[in-house]
Each structure stands twice: as structure tokens, then as C-alpha cells.
């Protein structure tokens, strides 16, 4: 359950930004979550309530926004998309893969007052 | 946008509304391993600037990771100096067999926690003397799941499979066998007991990670640990 880490980080980082910038409230926090990060998006969310408890982000909104995952094979070069780690090019049948998206684990915006 | 108040409107000139103390939007773009990274960079900068080559060992509980820790600086400790970072929910059990090898050993205990980081790290090698040592091996908690997310700072993320286990593994838990650029597969003594196909175990890992290099082995017979040897001979030399 590293996802309570990853939340916990995520406080932290919105808490920096609010406080660098004068504000004492946090009414929303947007992140990026890719479908190949390897961080379960409803375990943030899952979390994300007992996480924020006496913080300047208790009782803001957490707004996920899941990036699909691509890759790219190394052979034929064709990107094609992959929610889960495929395993082979849809395309050649090749196994030289690589990510194009979908790792991104990434704060992105916050609402503050 | 309107960058005063955020409202996002492009042909926004006129604001009939009062600014303060309304919401506002801040665009932040922080990667949320933000903090572990940049320690693990001091790690990975302090590690170089003492000539020290690091491993993180990383596999389910029981392959073996200790046991292949405890082989190698037996058989190696005369060439190269280990020191050794345990990581475990509890006990210093691990601790205490390194420390029978005569190598400078610390246990990090992470409570409830499934997984060491970059911090633990470095307040972990503060204690240890990084000038003499050649090899600093950091037996990550037994979790095929979540240490694959973070960086310590180490040259090498090394996973260790054991044949009990099965082939699939690779499949399975296909984040932490492409974050790993070495795989280990240990117990091999125990083939001619198993159904483990060999062959395929190596195909799955390929599919995950057309990259990771392979190395067949036996802490208990012994089989195998030469090539491993060689290879962390030469990436120390
Ligand atoms: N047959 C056989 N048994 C082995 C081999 N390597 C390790 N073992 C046994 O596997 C068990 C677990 O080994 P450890 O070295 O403690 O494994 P570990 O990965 O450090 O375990 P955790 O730290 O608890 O995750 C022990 O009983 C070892 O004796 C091997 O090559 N062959
Ligand atoms: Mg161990
Ligand atoms: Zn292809």
C-alpha cells in the first residue's frame, strides 16, 4: 500500500504550494495518475480523506485524472495503446516495447482561498 | 487565462467581480515522487563521489536475497568490502546473519511500512565508513509490489525470483521486473523437484523488460555464483 505514501506526498507538495502563496485553504487538488504508474487511483482516493485530516487540504476534492498508457515498439515503431503492460506488438509480434505514456504520477493544479 | 485571479476567461479585461477572497487556480506541476527522487539523487551523488557501487535487492519474502548476500560477501570478502542496509517490517534477524559474515551491517526497520525510501536510506548509511567500502547491497523489504516505485539511489535494481514461486512471476508483477535491470533466479537445486520451466520464466521476464539480463543460480549448491561473481567484479573494477 504505497498509495498512502504517494497521498501523503501529495499533501505535503499542495500544503508547500498554498502556504508559499499566502493562502490557508485548499479547496481542490487535480493529479495525473497514468494507467502504467504502478499507483492504484482508488487507493488514493480511498485514502485521501484520512490523509488530509488536520491539513490544509481537510475536506477539499480530489480530482483524478487517469492518463492511458502507449507504448512503442522498438521494430516496427508503431505506438499503439496499452492499459495494462502488454506484452507483444499488436503490429510485428515483437516484444521490444517501450512506454510512451501512462507513468505520469503527477500533481497538476490546485483550487486555494 | 487571466493570470490575476485565475477565472480562466482569454477576454477577461473587465472584472466586475471582487478578487479577494475568492478561489483561485494554481498550476502546479510536481511529479508526487518529487521529494523521494531528489534524495535519492543526494544518495546516488555521495555514493559516487565515494566510489561505492550499490545494488537494491528486491523480491517477495523468502527467494533468498539474504542468503545470497551472505554467499557472496563469504566468498567475495577478501577481494571487495560489502557493507549491508537490511530492510524489514521487523526483526533484526537479517542484520544479525550479515553481521556473521564480519561485514558492517544496519537493519532498518519500516513498521507497517511495505517498502524502503530514499530517506531511510540516507540516514541508513550514516554510520558506515562509504570510503572503504567497495559494495553497498540494500536488501529491500520482501514485496514484489510496491519497492518498484522507489529509487534509493542505487546503480542497479536487482529481483530476485526463486523457483518455488513459478514462472509467471514476471507477468504477475510486471512494474517491479522493468524497473529491475538484473534478475536473479535462485533455488535452482530445486528444478529437478519443480514444474518450474526455466525457458519460459526467461521469456516472460524478456516480454516485461526486452532488457534485463539473467543470471541462473544456488545459494545452497553453489551452481551459477561464479557468473554472478564475475559480473559484480567487473562492475566494480
Ligand atoms: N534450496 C534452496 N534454498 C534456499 C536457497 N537460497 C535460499 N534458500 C532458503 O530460502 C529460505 C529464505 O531465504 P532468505 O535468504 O531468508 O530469503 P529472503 O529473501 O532474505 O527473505 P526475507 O528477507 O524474509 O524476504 C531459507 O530457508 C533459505 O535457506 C537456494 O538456493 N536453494
Ligand atoms: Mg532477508
Ligand atoms: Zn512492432
Redesign the pocket.
Known amino acids: 500500500m504505497h498509495e498512502v505514501g504517494i497521498t501523503r506526498s501529495l499533501v505535503e507538495i499542495a500544503e508547500e504550494h498554498a502556504r508559499t502563496g499566502g493562502h490557508n485553504k485548499v479547496l481542490s487538488v487535480s493529479v495525473d495518475i497514468g494507467e502504467l504508474s504502478g499507483v492504484v487511483a482508488e487507493a488514493v482516493e480511498f485514502c485521501f480523506e484520512a490523509v488530509v485530516r488536520g491539513t490544509l487540504l481537510e475536506g477539499s476534492r480530489l480530482i483524478i485524472n487517469r492518463i492511458p498508457g502507449a507504448m512503442r515498439c522498438r521494430d516496427c515503431q508503431q505506438e499503439f495503446p496499452a492499459d495494462n503492460y502488454t506484452l507483444e506488438c499488436p503490429q510485428c509480434g515483437s516484444f521490444m516495447l517501450d512506454f510512451t505514456k501512462g507513468k505520469e504520477l503527477q500533481m497538476t493544479e490546485m483550487e486555494v482561498e | 487565462m487571466c493570470i490575476e485571479c485565475g477565472c480562466g476567461e482569454i477576454n477577461h479585461h473587465h472584472h466586475d467581480h471582487e478578487h479577494d477572497p475568492g478561489p483561485k487556480t494554481l498550476r502546479v506541476e510536481e511529479d508526487l515522487l518529487a521529494k523521494n527522487n531528489r534524495l535519492a539523487g543526494l544518495n546516488r551523488a555521495l555514493f559516487a563521489e565515494r566510489g561505492v557501487f550499490v545494488l537494491n535487492l528486491v ?10 548476500l551472505e554467499k557472496t560477501i563469504s566468498d567475495l570478502k577478501t577481494e571487495l568490502c560489502f557493507a549491508v542496509l537490511e530492510g ?1 517490517q521487523q526483526t533484526a534477524n ?1 542484520a544479525n546473519r550479515i553481521a556473521a559474515t564480519g561485514a558492517p551491517v544496519k537493519q532498518i526497520n519500516t513498521g507497517a511500512g511495505c517498502h524502503l525510501d530514499a530517506h531511510m536510506v540516507g540516514h541508513g548509511v550514516e554510520g558506515f565508513d562509504l570510503d572503504a567500502a567497495d559494495i553497498l547491497m540494500i ?1 529491500n523489504v ?1 514485496n514484489l509490489v510496491c519497492p518498484a516505485e522507489f529509487d534509493l539511489g542505487e546503480q542497479h535494481k536487482v529481483v ?1 525470483l ?1 523457483v518455488t514461486e513459478g514462472e509467471d512471476k514476471p507477468q504477475k508483477y510486471p512494474h517491479m521486473f522493468r524497473a529491475a535491470d538484473i534478475m536473479l533466479i ?5 528444478l529437478p523437484y519443480l514444474d518450474f520451466n526455466l525457458e519460459q520464466c526467461r521469456t516472460y521476464a524478456q516480454q516485461v523488460n526486452p532488457d534485463i539480463r539473467i543470471f541462473e ?5 553453489g551452481e551459477g555464483l561464479d557468473s554472478w561473481y564475475d559480473w559484480l567484479r567487473q562492475a566494480t573494477a
Open positions: 523480491s517477495s519474502p523468502g527467494s533468498g536475497k539474504t542468503s545470497l524489514d537479517d536488501e520482501g530476485i526463486s535462485n533455488k535452482i537445486d530445486l543460480l544456488s545459494c545452497n549448491s
